[in-house]
């Protein structure tokens, strides 16, 4: 009989088979995720090679997608892409060379450096886009329900990493200072984003955004609390 048989004669008596049971079935979500992770980074080699890429180089163009027009700093960079600066230096020197990304000072700080996208950059950085397309028809698999049960499920592993410090910070809504969670309980969009002034729901749930502004700790706990109360 497999262990995930529906049989209710599974020894439960010291609760060891019970715990063994709950475990195989979490690796077996871990397998799941695994697999989807590996073919994405198949994916992303594969387009990367097509456009004389690497994963990083893709990767530097599309948070500089996500965060565009504001661009972001070396620092940030490296952080987003959880690697070291001078890993992320030698990306910036190869996509700089191709003229795909600038350096920029923003207005609000004359002594600030800041990397930007170029005109065939945004071009290009569009095209890394593509390289996760193939995961469109998977989740248009998931009715509107299950896609929104995902999406705060995602959020809730995400945010798990990020405070063990196992994933780059996200910008995310879960952990931003204009969140608003269950503004508009009992609606469709439950949420509320005070930068744009508009309810949203859980399927619209931003895991990056360039608006994002990180909430200050005691904010960022009762967001956490309100949000994760109305699952
Ligand atoms: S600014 Fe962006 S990250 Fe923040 S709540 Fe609004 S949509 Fe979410």
Redesign the pocket.
Known sequence: MPWFSHDRTIPTDDGSAALDRESAIRRQLIAGLVKIGLATRQHAWAGGEQRGLTPTQGQVLAILLQRAPHGARVTELATALGVSQATTSVALKALTEKGLIQRTTPEDDGRAVVLTLTDAGLEEARQTLSWTDFLIDSVDELDEAEQAAFQRSIVKMIRAMQLKGQIPVS??????????PNAHPGSDHP??????D?P?GDR???L??????AAAPELAERNWEEFVGVG
């Open positions: 910008r995310m809504c879960a952990t931003c200072t204009w969140f608003r949420h509320h984003c005070a930068y744009v508009a949203f619209q749930l931003r990056e955004c360039s608006d994002f502004k």
